[in-house]
């Protein structure tokens, strides 16, 4: 998968990790797999979910709060795939 460009302005921890939100898909997805962190030049995000995985994509570079220790960046679901048995 493609890596995007690093993220300015938003939170990096010690070990290149940024805080992230995934929006969109499944209703019943928990809010706990919502908010998480990735590496910085992460463009795409893949969850385990019911028996597939839910895939989210970066589309936008931050929350659009003004606050800098508030920004993450925002992923969007994009789809589904089942796990193959």
């Known amino acids: ?27 019943g997805l928990p809010a706990v797999d919502r908010a998480r962190s990735a590496l910085a030049g992460t463009g795409r995000i893949k969850v385990p979910y019911l028996g597939g995985y839910e895939h989210f994509e970066r589309r936008g570079d931050h929350d659009g709060r003004a606050d800098d220790a508030s920004r993450v960046v925002v992923f969007h679901w994009t789809m589904r795939t089942k796990i193959a048995e």
């Open 1 to 27: 998968m493609d890596d995007l460009a690093p993220v300015s302005g938003a939170r990096r921890f010690g070990d290149g990790h940024v805080d992230v939100v995934l929006e969109g898909g499944p209703v």
